[in-house]
């Protein structure tokens, strides 16, 4: 199993910036790509950028030049540092860890993102 623990998220005008934390733990062997998905009120849940341990990135197209994911791999903790904020990026913030051996996605507890003047 893995635990995952995100930290980071607040209340932040809009042009503002925020950075993500989501620490990993337990059998780290299990998991290769870490990511993160945010959730809007009455809203699906939905990709927001994913990084392998090679550091190869995906961004969804919402967020390209204005956040960026990164990873410390000694730490096994992934990063998120957010940019040019707007309210529409309000949302709760889940890190991501798909397990390699075909067992289900780990997923944190949600950090909560407000942008708001």
């Known amino acids: 199993q893995v635990q995952l623990v995100e930290s980071g998220g607040g209340l932040v005008q809009p042009g503002g910036s925020l950075r993500l934390s989501c620490a990993a733990s337990?059998?780290?062997?299990?998991?290769?790509?870490m990511g993160w998905y945010r959730q809007a009120p009455g809203k699906q849940r939905e990709l927001v950028a994913t990084?392998?341990?090679?550091?190869?990135?995906r961004y969804a197209d919402s967020v390209k030049g204005r956040f960026t994911i990164s990873r410390d791999n000694a730490k096994n903790t992934v990063y998120l540092q957010m940019n040019s904020l707007k309210p529409e990026d309000t949302a709760v913030y889940y890190c991501?860890?798909?397990?390699?051996?075909?067992?289900?996605?780990?997923w944190g507890q949600g950090t909560q993102v407000t942008v708001s003047s």
């Open positions: 990084i392998t341990r090679g550091r190869n990135t």
């Open positions: 991501n860890a798909p397990d390699r051996y075909g067992l289900s996605d780990y």
């Open positions: 337990g059998d780290i062997s299990r998991i290769n790509t």
